[in-house]
């Protein structure tokens, strides 16, 4: 039973997440299409001398329109959308450590009253 609630979980997952995954793949393929574009513009005005200067591209070496890159694009985009903190709504409250004591606690524990509660992540070194 688990099993199957796992697997309906991950197809729904699945459905939610390829638009935006098709999306970032277009504009990959749009962006090597430009690179190649500019390429073939280069030449024919090396061979011709009067082609017009194509548009900036962003990647001349490597191709952004790749397995590899799309499957970083599908990772990226599935921990996105299961990160626990999401825009306009409440924040996670997860467990700390408290520098004074070392004791463990939550993060909504140090919140008094109408006071706002500021996190300062950063390193002192």
Known sequence: MMNTVKAVKNALICFVLLPRFLAAAVVFWLLDF???????????????????????????????FSFESLKAVWHGQKLDFLKAAHLGRGAPNTEVVRLEDQRHSRILDCAHGDRPLILNFGSCT
């Open 34 to 64: 430009l690179c190649i574009r500019k390429r073939f513009f280069l030449r024919m005005k090396e061979q011709r001398g009067d082609a017009i200067d194509p548009p900036l591209c962003i990647s001349d070496s490597n191709r952004l």
